[in-house]
């Protein structure tokens, strides 16, 4: 088995971790060692994974704790809240389950956020580790430390800053993810491009048949790089008071559109896509960019399978469900702009240019 | 008006804070001024203290931030759960108020247990400040930075580490204070002398009368030494791993008794006071201290018309639920134990020699 990519992450206070990315991670002994001690494991994953993969990482996990339990979850981003979290807690609360206790977040990015804010929280604070499973959660969730539960009035309203012990992104377990999910992970690496690094766009497009096809070293190449550069944005602003902010490109009309069609309907990453290809316009209508990257981000957006059409809420509703945005600043709305291929920042934008690229993209 | 004590918390990160100690502090704008730059302040407290100092609290914070907003939770330990910190978070996100917003905690531990989870949780992180209006709350949350909810299996099982900008305890809030809510307060009090402070255990003995007579000068001594000792242990270990431990003197039995009976039943500062009082005499059973400790402690924790008969609950019960304290580590119980006057440490106790305890405490 050749030795897995790795990306350490730099932080402060010995919480710095590797992510670990390659084939066959899952069943290398190697991945599981070297982890906090403590006296059980705790697995928490969903109906659509635990049939997958749980025995497997159970029986990994066996021979390294005393014990290992397994917490079954509803999938889907409408479970993301504070029911499924307990269901966490009573689980470990009736087995009388202490601080001794290392929880594994095994599946996509909802368990990934869901695991962490309960390892963040649950006794003011176990350890934890990623398993992502889906390209999503290996590219996004692995990195930053956020975590997470929705509101019914907000995506990701309530939730904590807590790091992982180390992530392990095993690319076999993409060959079980649906194809829509595939390319739904696919969004949040185009992202990468426009807003840290034009040769990485580059690459994308010539690439993107391959990742499609799930090609292990394409995807090695696409989960470290995103990795990487999100890593170097991170390091440089952990608590999001300012450069992190350009890793929300397409966040905030994305976020509107998860919102305004009830959470579930859209992919995270096909809202994020589209959220792109309209904060892009934003950037040309605003002066920053000319029309012929609007079109080149809209045409890899559509080869990749990604919606680049807003569902028609309204731009009433677009405007209300994006001043609710935890980027929002005492009523102005701020959007991620492209200032230059592979360079982004925070701007506010007036209500009626928005309202522009929401009729010109029949949203409105 | 006199310049208030201040007692200040040195932490890393630049998370260092006052606690101002005195009378007259809620209506001095001085207290209120140099805070984090927020558009609005939302005042948290219960339908207690809201009528008594809330309007005031809206007046002085008027002259500071553009909006003040109130949120008023039910009153009592029974309510420190999920469904009263959603009623912040639904206020919060109702209202569209984003992270330019900082949260006042005004109330006793319950309601700044909350809102400091709260104001951890909500958007990952917004400022609070703690406005605590009870001598329990003013001895003991004022210091350490935890903050939780309940969970029906467990005290403070869901929570984070999460610091204020500042404290303000107002010694004339402790006017409106129920006795057995002073008496409970004294409780924390009483509590520092054995752990850390011989000598303040002998000006507790002194000014025991004074201190139920709520005499200002008296109050003002007691709770800065007790902020001083709590913010001396916490600021060696502020995240639990070891010395902070016994700080918990008295709360392994504590705790026991207010899940046992269910929350609310016996204040936290009764549980506690009747907890130090079982905990001194498991220290002379291991042969820590003689007997002599045990009676004063006792008639200390009687004198201030605190609890120190456990309620029957039998001894396998007690057993089982100090067994899910946090403090736990696989399986062992392990308690806060007097070494020597001033001076304690976490010792495994074994069961047999706890169930000694309690039966000979009429608990069993």
Chains 1, 2 share one sequence.
Not at 144 to 150: C, D, E, L
Not at 312 to 334: C, P, T
Request: glycine share 10%.
């Amino acid at each position: 088995m050749p030795a897995p990519d790795t990306v350490r992450i730099h932080l402060p206070d010995a919480r710095s971790y590797d992510i670990r990315i390659g084939a066959g991670l899952l069943d290398d002994a190697n991945s599981w060692q070297g982890l906090p001690k403590a006296a059980t494991a705790v697995i928490v994953t969903n109906e659509t994974v635990a049939p997958l993969y749980a025995e497997r990482l159970c029986g990994q996990l066996r021979g390294v704790y005393g014990r290992v339990d397994l917490v079954v979850l509803p999938d889907g981003e409408q479970h993301k809240d504070w029911n499924s979290l307990n269901q966490v807690f009573d689980h470990l609360l009736g087995q009388a389950l202490d601080r001794k206790t290392v929880l594994f977040a095994l599946g996509g990015g909802v368990i990934g956020d869901m695991t962490g804010f309960a390892a963040a929280i649950y006794m003011r604070g176990v350890p934890f580790v990623q398993v992502p499973t889906t390209l999503l959660a290996q590219v996004d969730s692995s990195v930053g430390g956020k975590t997470a539960i929705n509101h019914p009035l907000g995506k990701n309203m309530v939730g904590a800053f807590y790091q992982p012990e180390r992530v392990i992104a095993d690319l076999d377990t993409l060959d079980t993810l649906p194809e829509r999910e595939l390319r739904a992970g696919l969004a949040e690496i185009i992202k990468y491009g426009p807003i840290a690094d034009a040769a990485f766009l580059d690459w994308i497009e010539v690439h993107l048949d391959a990742l499609l096809a799930r090609d292990k070293a394409a995807l090695a190449h696409a989960v470290r790089r995103s990795c990487e550069i999100k890593a170097d944005v991170v390091s440089q602003d952990e608590r999001e008071q300012g450069l992190r902010a350009i890793l929300n490109f397409g966040h905030t009309i994305g976020h509107a559109i998860e919102a305004g069609l009830g959470y579930g309907a859209w992919l995270h990453g096909e809202a994020v896509a589209c959220g792109m290809v309209l904060a892009a316009d934003l950037s040309r209508r605003v002066g920053l960019m000319p029309e012929s990257f609007v079109e080149r981000l809209r045409r890899l957006v559509e080869r990749a399978g990604l919606p680049t059409q807003p569902p028609r809420l309204g731009a009433d509703r677009y405007l209300q469900l994006m001043r609710v945005d935890k980027k929002a600043e005492s009523g102005a709305i701020r959007f991620v702009l492209v200032e230059a291929l592979g360079r982004a920042g925070l701007h506010s934008v007036p209500d009626a240019v928005i309202a522009e690229t929401l009729v010109a993209y029949g949203a409105a």
